[in-house]
């Protein structure tokens, strides 16, 4: 099985070969790892072609986390494509628990990521411990997203069947995963994570204001109402989108879910 790994990246020069490394040290070897820098203004692709040069580095400009995941699996060569955010790093058996979900029939897979709160402090995990899901999971998704590109692997050809990411810089993968999970079964690998995320003041998800939350909304709104949803999914998540937009902003998505989860909406 050819696995390919993308990686977006944008003026993170050490945290990009920090996530590159991580790749390098799995077991289970990938074929290829493709880093796609959106248009950095540093040292980035620099430091990533003198540090790691069997790396292929595509240079894009400002397209955005999603459209540069799919201007990498464009150019990827593996039946099989991961995701790695540059601020994010792959945990050991990383890769192998990946394939081996991916070997019981499922076209996607996906696994625990804990994260590093470096925002509010302290430590959590998505989805949380007894929360996952595997087979049909269009209906928990159009609730919440539970899973991040950094833990997941899906086959080239369902990725290219729903069209890939989105544009922007929030919800792009929420919706994604929501196309995805209209056609396709995903499968868990498990309790154990297999991702360490970094919530940081430099994270897309940070800085959860009214204005960047409304374009999540939107954008997840569409996804599902170009679905076979039903109207109690679509009415949940209208639900969601309101109380959302009366209470105005958060510091992180984080502290957003917290809110979303203790009014019970989610």
């Given at each position: 099985m050819l696995i390919s790994c993308v990686i977006p990246t944008r003026n993170r020069p050490e945290m990009t070969?920090?996530?590159?490394?991580?790749?390098?040290?799995?077991?289970?070897?990938?074929?290829?790892?493709?880093?796609?820098?959106?248009?950095?203004?540093?040292?980035?692709?620099?430091?990533?072609?003198?540090?790691?040069p069997e790396v292929r580095l595509l240079k894009r400009l400002g397209l955005g986390p999603g459209l540069a995941r799919n201007a990498g699996v464009a150019e990827s060569c593996g039946e099989v494509v991961m995701f790695l955010d540059s601020d994010d790093i792959w945990l050991e058996g990383h890769v192998a628990r990946l394939v081996h979900t991916l070997a019981r029939g499922y076209p996607v897979a996906y696994g625990v990521t804990r994260n590093s709160d470096q925002i509010g402090g302290g430590e959590f995990l998505i989805p949380e411990s007894g929360a996952a899901v595997e087979g049909q999971c269009f209906a928990a998704l159009s609730?919440?997203?539970?899973?991040?590109?950094?833990?997941?692997?899906?086959?080239?050809?369902?990725?290219?069947?729903?069209?890939?990411?989105?544009?922007?810089?929030?919800?792009?993968?929420?919706?994604?995963?929501?196309?995805?999970?209209?056609?396709?079964?995903?499968?868990?690998?498990?309790?154990?994570?297999?991702?360490?995320?970094?919530?940081?003041?430099?994270?897309?998800?940070?800085?959860?204001?009214?204005?960047?939350?409304?374009?999540?909304?939107?954008?997840?709104?569409?996804?599902?109402?170009?679905?076979?949803a039903l109207p109690e999914d679509l009415n949940r998540f209208q639900a969601l989108a309101d109380w959302t937009r009366r209470q105005g902003d958060w510091q992180t998505i984080q502290q957003w879910y917290l809110s979303l989860k203790q009014e019970e909406l989610i």
């Open positions: 070969c920090r996530a590159i490394a991580s790749v390098a040290a799995q077991d289970t070897p990938v074929s290829e790892i493709i880093v796609v820098d959106d248009g950095s203004t540093d040292h980035t692709a620099a430091l990533v072609a003198t540090r790691f609730r919440w997203c539970f899973l991040v590109p950094s833990a997941l692997a899906v086959e080239k050809e369902a990725f290219a069947a729903v069209g890939g990411f989105g544009a922007g810089d929030l919800g792009e993968d929420w919706s994604f995963f929501i196309r995805l999970a209209q056609r396709y079964s995903f499968g868990f690998c498990g309790e154990e994570p297999i991702s360490l995320r970094h919530l940081h003041a430099g994270s897309l998800c940070n800085c959860a204001d009214g204005e960047r939350l409304e374009s999540l909304l939107a954008s997840v709104s569409l996804a599902l109402a170009e679905t076979e």
